[in-house]
């Protein structure tokens, strides 16, 4: 069988929901190639504050293409030696090499306040299509009723166990979601980078 390869535009995207396309990438592959899906993760990228800084993101309007996120999504691919990150937000390639990534999106945390420091929730791709759930109501503004970015077309995600629990995989200590929780130097290894 041919290695499927991924082609952005054939993707599914909602700008504002990086959990949903990168879940969607995941299903993607498993539809097209499901052997590949032992050497992806979802990656969820968050703290305790809710406050992240990422860089070369689309949506920034600054010069280094800053945003501060409350949590971002991305996938790593790690079939080959030289380990690939997707991130649909991204102004870098898709995909991207980790080395990359790492250098010029997630940046060196030396100058970054503590509390900016990133935590990275690595979910295998498989629990993570199994385990996933939104409902989009943290989508929703406080009329509860309004959302601040379209949704997706598609209907929400859910599965056997839950409607929604996105907050889980992003609340670093919850206990009730897969997935490894790493500080920048353990993801730094896991992607075989060096920093």
């Known amino acids: 069988m041919e290695t499927w390869v991924v082609n952005r535009e054939q993707c599914v995207y909602t700008s504002c929901y990086c959990e949903e396309n990168i879940w ?12 590949h899906l032992n050497s992806l993760y979802a990656v969820f ?26 949590y971002h999504v991305i996938l790593i691919d790690k079939s080959s030696s030289s380990t690939a ?14 080395t990359d990534y790492v250098q010029q999106a997630i940046r060196d945390e030396t100058n970054i306040a503590h509390m900016y420091h990133r935590l990275f929730r690595v979910i295998s791709a498989q629990e993570y299509l ?16 309004t959302y601040m970015a379209s949704p997706p077309s598609y209907p ?18 919850s206990k009730n979601v ?11 290894r896991f992607l075989r980078v060096r920093t």
């Open 85 to 98: 990150i997707y991130d649909f937000d991204s102004t870098l390639s898709f995909p991207v090499s980790a």
């Open 24 to 35: 969607k990438l995941c299903e993607c592959w498993k539809n097209n190639d499901p052997n």
């Open 156 to 173: 929400a995600i859910s599965n056997e166990k839950s409607l929604n629990n996105i907050n889980e995989f992003i609340d670093m200590k």
């Open 45 to 70: 990228i968050s703290n305790a504050q809710r406050i992240i800084p990422i860089w070369e993101q689309k949506s920034a309007s600054n010069s280094e293409h800053l945003a501060i996120w409350d």
């Open 178 to 188: 897969p997935g490894t929780v790493m500080n920048l130097a353990d993801f730094c």
């Open 130 to 145: 199994d385990t996933f759930a939104s409902d989009r109501s943290h989508m929703l503004k406080e009329d509860k009723i």
